[in-house]
């Protein structure tokens, strides 16, 4: 009998321990739940910088598709001073050999005509039209020393402009320099309306 209760008693105790934690157990699954949990938030980190280069690289693509496409050429509707029969524009405008375009109007038609700096150091005027394409109303742009014909294609290089008439050459513009001062007679301007009178055209 003392033998069978002994038994019995031990069997007791090793239960009792059976039931007790293990500390090195709990610091492992510890361990793993913290390392789980770092991949968790690496993962989501991960993923927050792929999400913003993603939109990055959109945002590039939708900005160079948009703007790629765009000339050199230079819209500019400043230092322009209008007397009574003539407009001036300060020659330093044109220093850095960018064709900058301008408009006229009178009545119900708009003249366009642009003002460059060519290659070998002259201020060119020309009208932004020709004779062969003026028909389309798309006139000219600026790429490095030539100016293109947003029609047809054909390139013509900066010392050429006031120079060469007819084709498809830009229509020359008279112009002169007094005082450091790019002048235009507004009648040499109202000689190209002849180019932007599109009141005929079906």
């Known amino acids: ?12 105790s090793a239960n009792k321990k059976g039931t007790v934690q293990n500390p090195t157990h709990n610091k492992i699954a510890a361990k793993k739940a913290a390392v789980i949990g ?25 900005y160079f598709f948009n703007t790629g496409k765009k000339s050199s050429v230079v819209t500019s509707q400043i230092s322009q001073d209008f007397q009574v029969n003539q407009i001036t524009y300060p020659v330093s ?25 060519s290659s070998d150091g002259i201020i060119r005027a020309a009208f932004d039209a020709c004779d062969v394409c003026w028909s389309a109303g ?13 029609n ?3 390139r013509f290089p900066s010392v050429r402009v006031n120079e060469v008439k007819g084709g498809c050459n830009p229509a020359p513009l008279y ?28």
């Open 1 to 12: 009998m003392s033998r069978n209760k002994n038994n019995q008693t031990h069997k007791k």
């Open 38 to 62: 770092n991949k968790k938030r690496g993962n989501l980190h991960l993923s927050a910088i792929l999400i913003c280069a993603v939109l990055l690289a959109v945002g590039a693509f939708y």
């Open 93 to 117: 405008l044109f220093e850095d050999g960018k064709a900058r375009h301008y408009e006229y109007k009178k009545e119900d038609v708009t003249i366009k005509y642009f003002i460059l700096k």
């Open 138 to 150: 798309k006139g000219y742009y600026q790429s490095g020393d030539v100016m293109v014909c947003r």
């Open 152 to 154: 047809c294609g054909r």
């Open 175 to 202: 112009r002169n320099i007094e005082n450091n001062k790019v002048v235009i007679k507004t009648n040499d301007i109202l000689d190209g309306k002849q180019y932007f009178d599109f009141s005929g055209k079906v």
